[in-house]
């Protein structure tokens, strides 16, 4: 029996993907932190949609959980043929100013965990084909991007990682795709930092609801760059011809002045 697995599952982007997998009649294996209310979304998904699932609560941030989330599929013989990476974690700071733990925790789930349980999982992928492969990756993956520097950089690096990949796979029959999620109000947090971004992150606001089921549709049919939503693409054309300094002075100057705002609460 095949299951589709899905990390950062407890809420936002990951939970809606859950349960748009869910609803394709996909079976889910749902992986998140300790004390997220897995057990009951588990339960939920089931009693909805009559799927098999299970969880497993764990810290991505350390390097041998990618290897012990393989381990626990095979002893339990679970078929992984769709692995969607989505756990992550970005903000909005100073970079000299941002705690030395802070900076390492995000490159650790942003980076490192994307690429370990890819490599644990190719072999995986391959003896279940067709299979598939999703990064969630940012819109901010497109520029460098001032006052969310290791955010920015890390989801390039998934971008940049995504594309090559699929090249390498695809004679393995697994489709690799990336979603680049604009703003999404997945949590108190981000609603705030939307709201405080004013029309410059409104811009690009789509619902969680939204994006996971256009990544996960799109990522069945093999599309390799997913960008939500067609005000995101116009914003990606429009960047793309401005001026290199006048893009990076107003991500800047905007990012500044919200940085700003949501230090004056």
């Given at each position: 029996?095949?299951?589709?697995?899905?990390?950062?599952?407890?809420?936002?982007?990951?939970?809606?993907?859950?349960?748009?997998?869910?609803?394709?009649?996909?079976?889910v294996?749902?992986?998140?932190?300790p004390?997220?209310?897995?057990?009951?979304?588990?339960?939920?998904?089931?009693?909805?949609?009559?799927?098999?699932?299970?969880?497993?609560?764990?810290?991505?941030?350390?390097?041998?959980?990618?290897?012990?989330?393989?381990e626990?599929?095979?002893?339990?013989?679970?078929?992984?043929?769709?692995?969607?990476?989505?756990?992550?974690?970005?903000?909005?700071?100073?970079?000299?100013?941002?705690?030395?733990?802070?900076?390492?925790?995000?490159?650790?789930?942003?980076?490192?965990?994307?690429?370990?349980?890819?490599?644990?999982?190719?072999?995986?992928?391959?003896?279940?084909?067709?299979?598939?492969i999703?990064?969630?990756?940012?819109?901010?993956?497109?520029?460098?991007?001032?006052?969310?520097?290791?955010?920015?950089?890390?989801?390039?690096?998934?971008?940049?990682?995504?594309?090559?990949?699929?090249?390498?796979?695809?004679?393995?029959g697994?489709?690799?795709?990336?979603?680049?999620?604009?703003?999404?109000?997945?949590?108190?947090?981000?609603?705030?930092?939307?709201?405080?971004?004013?029309?410059?992150?409104?811009?690009?606001?789509?619902?969680?609801e939204?994006?996971?089921?256009?990544?996960?549709?799109?990522?069945?049919?093999?599309?390799?760059?997913?960008?939500?939503g067609?005000?995101?693409?116009?914003?990606?054309?429009?960047?793309?011809?401005?001026?290199?300094?006048?893009?990076?002075?107003?991500?800047?100057?905007?990012?500044?002045?919200?940085?700003?705002?949501?230090?004056?609460?």
């Open positions: 029996m095949k299951y589709t697995l899905i990390t950062g599952a407890s809420m936002g982007i990951g939970k809606d993907i859950a349960k748009y997998n869910a609803s394709l009649k996909r079976n294996l749902l992986i998140s932190l004390n997220e209310n897995l057990r009951k979304l588990a339960k939920e998904i089931v009693s909805e949609y009559g799927v098999k699932v299970d969880y497993k609560e764990c810290d991505l941030t350390l390097n041998d959980t990618p290897k012990s989330i393989y626990w599929v095979k002893s339990n013989n679970y078929k992984v043929d769709f692995l969607i990476n989505n756990a992550g974690f970005g903000g909005v700071e100073v970079f000299k100013d941002t705690p030395y733990a802070l900076n390492n925790s995000m490159i650790d789930l942003n980076v490192k965990a994307i690429v370990n349980l890819c490599h644990v999982f190719i072999e995986e992928l391959e003896q279940n084909q067709p299979s598939f999703l990064n969630t990756s940012s819109m901010a993956a497109n520029f460098p991007f001032p006052y969310k520097t290791v955010y920015g950089a890390s989801k390039s690096f998934v971008k940049n990682f995504t594309i090559a990949l699929s090249k390498e796979v695809k004679d393995l697994i489709s690799v795709s990336v979603v680049q999620p604009g703003a999404t109000p997945t949590n108190t947090v981000v609603k705030d930092q939307i709201e405080l971004g004013g029309t410059f992150s409104k811009i690009s606001l789509y619902s969680s939204y994006t996971a089921k256009l990544a996960v549709d799109q990522a069945l049919k093999k599309k390799l760059i997913i960008v939500p067609a005000k995101n693409k116009l914003f990606l054309r429009i960047m793309k011809l401005m001026p290199f300094r006048m893009q990076q002075n107003m991500l800047a100057n905007k990012t500044k002045l919200m940085f700003d705002k949501i230090n004056e609460r």
